[in-house]
Structures are given as structure tokens and as C-alpha cells.
């Protein structure tokens, strides 16, 4: 069974950086699509960004654009989610998640497993 655990949230002032983990485990993450998602109180979860584990390929919201950068360790099996110049509305509760899936892109993916979660506050 797949597993996916967040760390690396917390508070950090406007302007700042912060840098996401999420450890996998449980799968074969060469024929996986890795996402980031996120969800602020009273708000929808949105995607944020995402990379095709085998090549590399990212894509990201344009809200975080230029700002964010995904990327994958394959020794460690893990995703990271750097943010920088981090703003007030970037505050929220972060997902990874995990979509079996080797076509890129694809108009969707259908993220199958999910992380519980890290915060990540931005004061301004």
C-alpha cells in the first residue's frame, strides 16, 4: 500500500521560504505522477504542482509560478516542494499525492493516495 508523509511546514513571515517533504513508500513511483495540493480554511483544495516521477516533467498553477519548484529524489523516494518569496496567501494545509500514470500530460490525473498533510502559515 502506498504511503505518503508531509513534513518540512510551518510559520514564516512574508517574503520567506519554506521547503516541503513528502517520503514515499509502498510503490513502484517511476510509473507515478507526484502532485502538491493545497486547501486554505473555507476554501477548495487546489492544485499547486506536480512531476512525472521517470523524466522529470513538472507543471505548476500559475498562482505559484516562478515562486515554487517541484522535484523528486529517486534514491530517497521522496518529493520536494520548494517555496520561496512566499506570500500571505499562500497559507494552507499542503498535500502530496500520488497517481499511477505514465502519459504526460494528460488533461487530469486521478491521484489515488494522499498525505495527511503539513501547514504552512505565512504572516505578513
Known amino acids: 500500500q502506498v504511503q505518503l508523509v508531509e513534513s518540512g511546514g510551518g510559520l514564516v513571515q512574508a517574503g520567506g521560504s519554506l521547503r516541503l517533504s513528502c517520503a514515499a513508500s509502498?510503490?513502484?513511483?517511476?510509473?507515478?505522477?507526484m502532485g502538491w495540493f493545497r486547501q486554505a480554511p473555507g476554501k477548495e483544495r487546489e492544485f499547486v504542482a506536480a512531476?512525472?516521477?521517470?523524466?522529470?516533467?513538472?507543471v505548476y498553477a500559475d498562482s505559484v509560478k516562478g515562486r515554487f519548484t517541484i522535484s523528486r529524489d529517486g534514491a530517497k523516494n521522496t518529493v520536494y516542494l520548494q517555496m520561496n518569496v512566499l506570500k500571505p496567501e499562500d497559507t494552507a494545509l499542503y498535500y502530496c499525492?500520488?497517481?499511477?500514470?505514465?502519459?504526460?500530460?494528460?488533461?487530469?490525473?486521478?491521484?489515488?493516495?494522499w498525505g495527511q498533510g503539513t501547514q504552512v502559515t505565512v504572516s505578513s
Open positions: 512531476v512525472r516521477w521517470s523524466g522529470g516533467n513538472t
Open positions: 509502498g510503490g513502484t513511483f517511476s510509473s507515478y505522477v
Open positions: 499525492a500520488a497517481a499511477p500514470a505514465t502519459g504526460w500530460p494528460l488533461p487530469r490525473y486521478d491521484y489515488k493516495f
